[in-house]
C-alpha cells in the first residue's frame, strides 16, 4: 500500500502502567483501577489491532506494558475476579436499562443497552483470549502489529533514585520480566515519566532518614548507561530536553566528514534520533527519541485536544452504583448537570473527522525536512490508559488514524522505533540536561514540600538493602534467600512513582500515603527477620509465617535477582560489564 522509501514517519507510543494493587484494596482505590483499564482499554486496543490485521493494515506502534502490570495480568487473582467484574458491570448495565425505560428516557436506555454488549463483548473477548490477554499482546508484537519494549519494573522515578544499583536493578529486573511474559528481550524501554538522569555528580536532595545529613555526592551513571547495561537500544525523552541540549558531536570519525556535517545539523531537531551522550556512551550507544509536543497536546488535552470534543463520552459523570456514564462532554466547562445524554454513532464519526486532523498535523510538522533518502520521523507517545478509559473512543481515532497513514496517498508511514532505528540510525551524540515531561519539565512533581517525606525513607532504604545484598550469607538458597528476595520487591514497590505522583495531584493521596507506608513497614519488618537469620542462620517459627504473609501479598518478580543490588565499582574502563543475568548490552552497527 505504501512506496518503499517514505520521505518521512510518525511512529506513535503507548506507555501502559499501573500501580501494584493486588492484594492492596478493591474500590474506590485498588484492584478497580486494574480492572477498569483491562475492560475500557486493553481489551478495546486488542481489537483494533485485529480489526486492523483482518484488513492488511499495520499500526505499527510501540507498546510499553509496565513490568508490574505485566505481573497483575498475569496474576491468578486478576484473572479470577475479571469475569466477575464484567457480570457485575453488565448487570448494572441491565438494571439501568430497565429503570430508564420505565421513565421514559429511551435514548439513555439506548446507552445501557450499549453498555451491556460492550462488557459481553469484554467477557466473551477474555474467555476467548484463555484469560491471557499479554498472550494475545504477544502475537501482535510477533505478527509485527506492534512492537512491544520494557521499563523499569516498579516505574520508579530514575532522576531520583538514590544509587546506581538500585536504578540498574529497576531496569534489569523490568526487562527480566518482560523477558519471561513475552518470550524475548525488549530493543526499547520506556523511561518513568520520561525522567532522564544525566552522568553526572550528584548528591541527595533530602536528608536520609538514616543519617544526620545528607550522603556525600557522588558520580552517577546515566539513563543511557543504565539502558546499555541492560541490553536496550533506544528510549524516549521530552522534547525540551533536546531543544535545551547543552552539546551536540556528530557519531563521525572523519574531520572532513564532520566538518561538513557541522554545518547541515540543525540543533533544535526533534524530528531525529540522536545517542544520548555520557562518560560511557560511546562504547554501547543507545538512542532517544524526543516527544512531539504539538500532536501531544492534540491528542491528550480535555480542554485543547481532541477528548474535550462536545460529542465524545464525558469521564466524570457516572450513575452509581454501577458507574455507568451516559452523557457526552457536551462543553468542558458546563456543570454536571446540563451534561447532555451519550450518542455513540455520532462520536464514532468524530474520531474520522479528528484522525484526518491529526494526519494534517503531522504532514505539515514533517513537511519541510521530507526526504526519501534521510526521513525524519515524528515521535508521537501517549500513556496507553489514555485510550479508552480516559478517551472512551480513544481506541476507535487509533484505528482512524492507522487508516489514514495507510493510504496509498499518504506521505508518512508508520513504524516502530526499532524499525526505523534499523535503517536509520543516529548520526549524532546528544547531552542532555536532567528532567522529564512533567509539570515544569523537571523533578517537582516527584519532589515537592508534601513528598520530601518519602524520598527521606527510600534514600535509607536503598542504601540498607544495598548493604545487605552485598554480603554473601543471603546465598543460602534457602530462607536467607527468600527474606533477601522480598527485601528487593519490598523496595521496588517502595520506589514506584506512583506513590508521589498520586500525593502532588491530590487524586488518591490517602491511599499513596497509606501504600507507601505499608511496603516501607514490610520492608522494615523483613529487615528483623534477616538480622535474625543472620544471627542465628534460621527463623523462629511466627518469623517464619510473618514471611510466608508477605511474601503472598506482594509475590512479584518470581526470579528477582538480589546480586543486582549488591554494591559495585564504579566502570570507567569503556569495557562491557554484563548483569548476572547474562544480557549482553546493545553494540551499534560499525
Avoid at 264 to 277: E, F, G, I, K, S
Avoid at 299 to 315: N, T
Avoid at 404 to 432: I, Q
Wanted: aromatic share 12%; charged share 25%.
Amino acid at each position: 500500500m505504501k512506496s518503499a522509501s517514505p520521505a518521512g514517519y510518525i511512529s506513535l507510543t503507548l506507555h501502559a502502567h499501573l500501580p501494584y494493587v493486588i492484594h492492596h484494596g478493591s474500590w474506590p482505590h485498588g484492584m478497580e483501577w486494574l480492572l477498569e483499564a483491562a475492560a475500557e482499554c486493553y481489551l478495546p486496543l486488542l481489537r483494533v489491532f485485529r480489526k486492523l490485521e483482518r484488513d492488511g493494515i499495520c499500526l505499527a506502534a510501540n507498546i510499553n506494558l509496565s513490568p508490574i502490570l505485566l505481573e497483575q495480568l498475569a496474576h491468578p487473582s486478576f484473572q479470577a475476579e475479571f469475569p466477575r467484574y464484567l457480570r457485575r458491570k453488565i448487570d448494572f448495565a441491565i438494571e439501568d436499562e430497565t429503570l430508564f425505560r420505565q421513565t421514559g428516557e429511551e435514548r439513555i436506555a439506548e446507552t445501557a443497552r450499549y453498555w451491556a454488549d460492550f462488557y459481553r463483548l469484554a467477557l466473551e473477548e477474555f474467555e476467548a483470549l484463555g484469560q491471557d490477554i499479554i498472550g494475545s499482546f504477544r502475537y501482535f508484537d510477533e505478527t509485527g502489529q506492534i512492537e512491544l519494549i520494557t521499563s523499569a519494573a516498579t516505574h520508579g522515578y530514575l532522576p531520583l533514585i538514590g544509587n546506581d544499583e538500585c536504578c540498574i536493578a529497576q531496569v534489569k529486573t523490568g526487562v527480566t520480566t518482560h523477558q519471561r511474559h513475552l518470550g524475548k528481550h525488549p530493543r526499547g524501554i520506556w523511561i518513568p515519566e520520561c525522567g532522564y538522569r544525566p552522568a553526572a555528580y550528584w548528591q541527595q536532595p533530602v536528608v536520609s532518614a538514616d543519617e544526620a545529613s545528607s550522603q556525600p555526592g557522588a558520580e552517577r551513571v546515566g539513563t543511557e548507561e543504565v539502558a546499555a547495561q541492560g541490553g536496550l537500544r533506544y528510549f524516549f525523552v521530552d522534547t525540551h530536553l533536546v531543544e535545551q541540549s547543552l552539546h551536540f558531536t556528530p557519531y563521525l570519525q572523519h574531520p572532513a566528514v564532520l566538518e561538513e556535517q557541522l554545518a547541515q545539523t540543525n540543533l533544535r531537531d526533534v524530528y531525529r534520533p540522536y545517542y544520548a551522550d555520557g562518560p560511557l556512551a560511546h562504547r554501547n550507544p543507545v538512542a532517544v527519541f524526543p516527544r512531539d509536543p504539538r500532536t501531544g497536546l492534540q491528542v491528550w488535552s480535555g480542554e485543547q485536544g481532541y477528548p474535550g470534543d462536545g460529542e465524545y463520552l464525558d469521564f466524570h459523570k457516572k450513575r452509581w452504583p454501577g458507574g455507568h456514564r451516559y452523557w457526552r462532554v457536551t462543553d468542558a466547562k458546563m456543570d454536571m448537570g446540563l451534561k447532555q445524554p451519550y450518542l455513540a454513532e455520532r462520536a464514532a464519526a468524530r474520531t474520522k473527522v479528528h484522525a484526518q486532523h491529526f494526519a494534517g498535523l503531522v504532514l505539515d510538522a514533517l513537511a519541510s525536512q521530507m526526504d526519501a533518502d534521510d526521513p525524519p520521523i515524528l515521535s508521537a507517545a501517549f500513556d496507553a490508559e489514555l485510550f479508552g478509559h480516559w478517551w472512551f473512543e480513544g481506541p476507535l481515532w487509533l484505528e482512524e488514524v492507522a487508516r489514514e497513514f495507510a493510504r496509498a496517498e499518504s506521505g508518512v508511514r508508520l513504524t516502530t522505533a526499532g524499525d526505523y532505528l534499523e535503517a536509520h540510525p543516529p548520526t549524532g551524540f546528544l547531552k542532555m540536561p536532567e528532567g522529564s515531561w512533567g509539570k515544569g519539565g523537571n523533578n517537582d512533581v516527584w519532589l515537592n514540600p508534601e513528598t520530601a517525606w518519602t524520598w527521606t525513607h527510600i534514600y535509607a532504604a536503598e542504601e540498607r538493602v544495598r548493604g545487605i545484598a552485598s554480603r554473601e550469607t543471603w546465598r543460602d538458597g534457602e530462607i536467607g534467600e527468600r527474606v533477601m528476595k522480598q527485601l528487593c520487591r519490598e523496595l521496588l514497590l517502595l520506589e514506584s512513582s506512583d506513590w508521589q505522583f498520586l500525593i502532588t495531584t491530590e487524586s488518591a493521596r490517602d491511599y499513596a500515603e497509606s501504600r507507601f507506608m505499608t511496603h516501607l513497614e514490610q520492608l522494615k519488618a523483613l529487615e528483623t527477620l534477616w538480622h535474625e537469620f543472620e544471627t542465628t542462620l534460621a527463623l523462629r517459627e511466627d518469623s517464619y509465617q510473618r514471611l510466608i504473609e508477605i511474601e503472598k501479598r506482594d509475590n512479584v518478580f518470581p526470579d528477582i535477582n538480589p546480586g543486582l543490588w549488591a554494591r559495585r565499582e564504579p566502570d570507567v574502563s569503556g569495557t562491557v560489564v554484563k548483569s548476572e543475568h547474562g544480557i549482553e548490552p546493545y553494540r551499534a552497527k560499525a
